[in-house]
């Protein structure tokens, strides 16, 4: 899933930092203003009362689980978070799902079994081949169009490229697609989740 926007980078003296255990609550408040509109999100979350504290909670507890990769990322005032994951280490093994089954339940309450089957059938379509997974990245829109996306992008990509990696995401709008391609990520397919949005996985080849 990822926002991000387009723009001539006017945050050249921001910083860009791994993100620790004290991150979680303003990561989780980035992420949930910046994914306010994302189609994958109110369709999971069709109802507004109460959805920004939701897409808090979802990316908070996204961070936990690949805070220990040590792959997740923020900007110095939390302009903008990534959360990536390392080759091999993409898959959400079933027994995660079990044991945050608590919390997927007050997050989405009779929906998170349809859920889970969304996020299985991506999964299903996930690129098989070695690579850095983008699963998040999002900058708060108050902050967008100041170049804080690209910036936390291309910080992640010089390093995914000095190791000649590929690298791997899944737009959750059309309107990303050309922003992505301008980071080298091309088009691989399309995801339609049973009514709802379409999803759009793109690679990108190893430098």
Not at 80 to 95: D, G, K, M, N, S
Not at 139 to 160: C, E, H, N, V, Y
Not at 199 to 207: G, K, S, T, V, Y
Request: proline share 7%; aromatic share 10%; hydrophobic share 40%.
């Amino acid at each position: 899933m990822s926002v991000i926007e387009n723009s001539a980078s006017r945050a050249a003296s921001a910083s860009v930092r791994v993100a620790k255990a004290d991150d979680s609550e303003a990561l989780g408040e980035t992420l949930a203003r910046a994914f306010h509109d994302d189609p994958v999100m109110l369709h999971f979350l069709p109802k507004p009362e109460g959805r920004h504290a939701k897409l808090a909670r979802i990316f908070k507890l996204l961070f936990k689980l690949g805070r220990p990769y040590g792959a997740c990322y923020v900007t110095g005032n939390y302009e903008a978070a990534t959360l990536w994951r390392p080759p091999e280490q993409w898959h959400v093994p079933f027994w995660q799902y079990i044991v945050n089954g608590p919390e997927l339940l007050g997050i989405f309450g009779t929906n998170a079994l349809n859920v889970m089957n969304t996020m299985d059938m991506v999964e299903k379509n996930h690129a098989k081949k070695p690579h850095w997974y983008l699963q998040v990245i999002g900058t708060d829109p108050a902050k967008q169009g100041k170049g804080f996306a690209s910036l936390i992008m291309r910080d992640r990509l010089a390093a995914i490229d000095a190791a000649h990696m590929p690298a791997y995401l899944e737009s959750s709008k059309d309107s990303n697609i050309p922003i992505y391609r301008n980071f080298g990520f091309e088009v691989t397919g399309e995801i339609k989740i049973p009514d709802g949005p379409t999803i759009w996985p793109m690679w990108r080849e190893a430098r």
